[in-house]
């Protein structure tokens, strides 16, 4: 909503405060937090006297209708703290710096910037800077309009004569195709008119065959007729009835060949007139490309006369050109002055910077100098008060009496220091070897010998309990392993029913290994699928091993089972038909007890024998959606459908 609404500058703090993160939903009717558009309220909900509602400052959809009427703006905090207790339920008031007080009591000081309020300052802050953006690339463009307009004239100019060059190749290779067209259209006119006449040269010849054939007929006819009645003649008649035959078969024959000569000829006649027609089309064309070239040829002449006139214009740019050139040399001669100078004062600048370093260097060691000194002075002086305060703890005088009170001469040279440091440290260690006078020994040595007989009372309480700690620790073994081999046994007997119902064969048993005591050996499954040895489970394939870990957990689930159990992912490594009996095995046992299984699968199989789906969705970015589906509700619907 924040992108869309339009407030005027100086009230963007206000229209943040007044909405908050509220301007960050959007009217998506499909988004889970959205702006819903309502009808206005009804009735009277009119603002407090003295407050202008925000709706006079702010431009936004129809969704925020209701909220800024029940919005008002006041000048100051004194008339925001006057006008909240007029406030109806769900209006506000809100200052130009940010101030909000509502209906509820509640309020808010000015000056916490808010998100809203500084998004809708950069936006006002981009429309301004978007509106001056014109006028500032005017402003950049107008230096460089010159130059750029007399080399866009001098590019137009030769991209015309250009265009005109390209445009005359091209209709001079148009025409030429036109003519080698005709050419050859009027070639294979010629070809089938040769043809034509061919066919009906032979059309003639077959007529001239078949009436010599008819005539020929007729005056056997009649020869025949004129004959007597012979059984020669008879013969002769025979002879020549089966002459007629075969003459007329032939005759047919030539009839029909000219038939097809005659349906020839009219398919060529009508594609000989398709050709007059495409002839007098490309005629048509011939001739407005005849117009076209004209009309060019003028073009071209035009053209002609404007690059005479463009020719013209180098001149004159060349005049302007050294005319600005000019002018640019002077200004390039006064910034190269104005940039001397500069280096000069960014020298002189520099030097005195150096200076002003050096000086504060000095300065600076100056001060150290004087603050070790400083604190030199000041560890020798607590040095003095150290061994003042020393020589007055163990001796009880001053520095100055250590001398008469050691039997030392003033004026005597000082005795060897490091001999008189051994000898003082010889004497410390004899005292210290010494030790004190402990007045309390007798009575610590009672305590002792009382402390010694709690502890030998406490020795015995602990000998008995460890005894009793043995005793119970070796009935819980002993029950322990009772329980576990009796559980051993209960859970074996169900691991080798299972095994053998979910491989369909084979046999599979539970070992104890490494100890003879139950509770310290560890378990081996030795399993032999059919057609395979006995064998332990690390040795068999990844399928058998998933089939043979599933069995071990049924025969446990049936051994003492659980409210719930959590497959995850068992059936990957199965095969369909291994799938279907762990499916069939899972059912019985959800009909048989009262365990829930919930089975995190992505097998297609396994999925349609559940009773329930689940599953996670993602409809928007970064918002999780569960769905499920009660597939033997969705089978009832199936059904009613």
Same mark, same amino acid.
């Given at each position: 909503?924040?992108?869309?609404?339009?407030?005027? *500058? $100086? =009230?963007?703090?206000?229209?943040?405060?007044?909405?908050?993160?509220?301007?960050?939903? /959007?009217?998506?009717?499909?988004?889970?937090?959205?702006?819903?558009?309502?009808?206005?309220?009804?009735?009277?909900?009119?603002? *407090?006297?003295?407050?202008?509602?925000?709706? #006079?400052?702010?431009?936004?959809?129809?969704?925020?209708?209701?909220?800024?009427?029940?919005?008002?703006?006041?000048?100051?905090?004194?008339? $925001? #703290?006057?006008?909240?207790?007029?406030?109806?339920?769900?209006?506000?008031?809100?200052? &130009?710096?940010?101030?909000?007080?509502?209906?509820?009591?509640?309020?808010?000081?000015?000056? +916490?910037?808010?998100?809203?309020?500084?998004?809708?300052?950069?936006?006002?802050?981009?429309?301004?800077?978007?509106?001056?953006? *014109?006028?500032?690339?005017?402003?950049?463009?107008?230096? %460089?309009?010159?130059?750029?307009?007399?080399?866009?004239?001098?590019?137009?100019?030769?991209?015309?004569?250009?265009?005109?060059?390209?445009?005359?190749?091209?209709?001079?290779?148009? =025409?030429?195709?036109?003519?080698?067209?005709?050419?050859?259209?009027?070639?294979?006119?010629?070809?089938?008119?040769?043809?034509?006449?061919?066919?009906?040269?032979?059309?003639?010849?077959?007529?001239?065959?078949?009436?010599?054939?008819?005539?020929?007929?007729?005056?056997?006819?009649?020869?025949?007729?004129? @004959?007597?009645?012979?059984?020669?003649?008879?013969?002769?008649?025979?002879?020549?009835?089966?002459?007629?035959?075969?003459?007329?078969?032939?005759?047919?024959?030539?009839?029909?060949?000219?038939?097809?000569?005659?349906?020839?000829?009219?398919?060529?006649?009508?594609?000989?007139?398709?050709?007059? $027609?495409?002839?007098?089309?490309?005629?048509?064309?011939?001739?407005?490309?005849?117009?076209?070239?004209?009309?060019?040829?003028?073009?071209?002449?035009?053209?002609?006369?404007? $690059?005479?006139?463009?020719?013209?214009?180098?001149?004159?740019?060349?005049?302007?050109?050294?005319?600005?050139?000019?002018?640019?040399?002077?200004?390039?001669?006064?910034?190269?002055?104005?940039?001397?100078?500069?280096?000069?004062?960014?020298?002189?600048?520099?030097?005195?910077?150096?200076?002003?370093?050096?000086?504060?260097?000095?300065?600076?060691?100056?001060?150290?100098?004087?603050?070790?000194?400083?604190?030199?002075?000041?560890?020798?002086?607590?040095?003095? &008060?150290?061994? %003042?305060?020393?020589?007055?703890?163990?001796?009880?005088?001053? *520095?100055?009496?250590?001398?008469?009170?050691?039997?030392? #001469?003033?004026?005597?040279?000082?005795?060897?220091?490091?001999?008189?440091?051994?000898?003082?440290?010889? @004497?410390?260690?004899?005292?210290?070897?010494?030790?004190?006078?402990?007045?309390?020994?007798?009575?610590?040595?009672?305590?002792?010998?009382?402390?010694?007989?709690?502890?030998?009372?406490?020795?015995?309480?602990?000998?008995?309990?460890?005894?009793?700690?043995?005793?119970?620790?070796?009935? @819980?073994?002993?029950?322990?392993?009772?329980?576990?081999?009796?559980?051993?046994?209960?859970?074996?007997?169900?691991?080798?029913?299972?095994?053998?119902?979910?491989?369909?064969?084979?046999?599979? !048993?539970?070992?104890?290994?490494?100890?003879?005591?139950?509770?310290?050996?560890?378990?081996?499954?030795?399993?032999?699928? /059919?057609?395979?040895?006995?064998?332990?489970?690390?040795?068999?394939?990844?399928?058998?091993?998933?089939?043979?870990?599933?069995?071990?957990?049924?025969?446990?689930?049936?051994?003492?089972? +659980?409210?719930?159990?959590?497959?995850?992912?068992?059936?990957? /490594?199965?095969?369909?038909?291994?799938?279907?009996?762990?499916?069939?095995?899972?059912?019985?046992?959800?009909?048989?007890?009262?365990?829930?299984?919930?089975?995190?699968? !992505? !097998? &297609?199989?396994?999925?349609?024998?559940? !009773?329930?789906?689940?599953?996670?969705?993602?409809?928007?970015?970064?918002?999780?959606?569960?769905?499920?589906?009660?597939?033997?509700?969705?089978?009832?619907?199936?059904?009613?459908?």
């Amino acid at each position: 909503m924040i992108d869309v609404v339009v407030v005027e *500058p $100086g =009230f963007e703090a206000a229209l943040g405060a007044a909405f908050g993160d509220d301007l960050t939903a /959007p009217v998506d009717e499909a988004a889970p937090v959205r702006w819903r558009t309502l009808d206005d309220l009804a009735g009277d909900h009119s603002l *407090p006297e003295g407050a202008r509602p925000l709706a #006079d400052v702010v431009r936004g959809p129809r969704a925020l209708s209701r909220r800024l009427s029940q919005i008002g703006i006041v000048e100051s905090n004194t008339e $925001g #703290d006057r006008l909240q207790p007029a406030l109806a339920p769900g209006q506000r008031l809100v200052s &130009r710096d940010g101030g909000l007080w509502r209906w509820d009591g509640y309020a808010a000081e000015a000056g +916490a910037p808010t998100t809203a309020a500084a998004r809708l300052q950069q936006k006002n802050r981009l429309a301004e800077v978007r509106a001056a953006r *014109p006028d500032a690339e005017a402003a950049s463009e107008a230096a %460089t309009a010159a130059a750029g307009a007399t080399r866009a004239a001098a590019e137009h100019a030769a991209s015309a004569a250009r265009r005109a060059q390209e445009n005359q190749q091209a209709f001079d290779v148009a =025409f030429a195709d036109a003519r080698e067209s005709e050419a050859a259209l009027r070639q294979r006119e010629a070809e089938r008119e040769s043809r034509r006449a061919a066919l009906a040269e032979t059309a003639q010849a077959v007529e001239a065959d078949l009436a010599e054939t008819e005539t020929r007929a007729a005056a056997a006819s009649e020869t025949l007729a004129a @004959l007597p009645e012979t059984g020669e003649a008879r013969e002769r008649v025979a002879a020549l009835r089966a002459e007629l035959a075969e003459q007329r078969a032939l005759l047919i024959e030539r009839q029909g060949a000219l038939d097809s000569l005659i349906r020839e000829a009219g398919s060529r006649q009508r594609r000989l007139d398709d050709i007059i $027609g495409e002839l007098a089309s490309w005629q048509t064309r011939f001739d407005g490309a005849g117009q076209q070239i004209r009309s060019l040829r003028g073009r071209a002449a035009e053209l002609a006369a404007e $690059g005479e006139r463009l020719a013209a214009l180098p001149a004159e740019i060349g005049a302007r050109r050294e005319g600005l050139q000019g002018e640019i040399d002077a200004s390039a001669a006064r910034r190269r002055a104005a940039a001397d100078r500069l280096a000069e004062a960014e020298s002189r600048l520099a030097e005195a910077d150096r200076a002003a370093r050096a000086a504060e260097s000095a300065l600076a060691q100056g001060r150290e100098d004087r603050v070790r000194a400083e604190g030199a002075v000041e560890q020798g002086e607590q040095a003095c &008060r150290d061994v %003042t305060e020393r020589v007055a703890e163990r001796l009880d005088v001053s *520095p100055d009496e250590t001398a008469s009170l050691a039997g030392l #001469d003033p004026d005597a040279p000082p005795p060897d220091l490091e001999a008189v440091e051994r000898r003082l440290e010889r @004497l410390q260690r004899e005292r210290d070897t010494m030790g004190p006078v402990n007045l309390r020994a007798e009575q610590e040595a009672s305590e002792l010998t009382e402390q010694i007989a709690t502890l030998g009372d406490e020795r015995g309480d602990l000998v008995e309990a460890i005894a009793k700690l043995r005793q119970g620790i070796a009935e @819980l073994n002993r029950e322990g392993r009772q329980r576990l081999l009796a559980s051993f046994a209960e859970v074996d007997k169900h691991f080798q029913e299972m095994f053998v119902r979910l491989f369909g064969g084979g046999r599979a !048993h539970l070992a104890l290994t490494e100890s003879d005591d139950p509770l310290e050996a560890g378990l081996e499954i030795m399993a032999s699928p /059919p057609g395979k040895r006995l064998q332990v489970l690390s040795l068999l394939s990844g399928g058998e091993q998933a089939l043979t870990a599933l069995a071990l957990l049924f025969a446990v689930f049936l051994t003492n089972p +659980a409210p719930i159990c959590v497959l995850d992912e068992v059936d990957a /490594p199965l095969d369909d038909a291994n799938v279907d009996r762990f499916c069939s095995l899972l059912e019985e046992m959800t009909m048989s007890g009262g365990t829930r299984f919930l089975v995190i699968t !992505h !097998h &297609r199989m396994t999925m349609a024998r559940m !009773h329930r789906l689940f599953g996670v969705t993602m409809g928007e970015r970064g918002v999780s959606q569960l769905v499920s589906v009660d597939l033997h509700a969705a089978e009832e619907l199936r059904e009613i459908a």
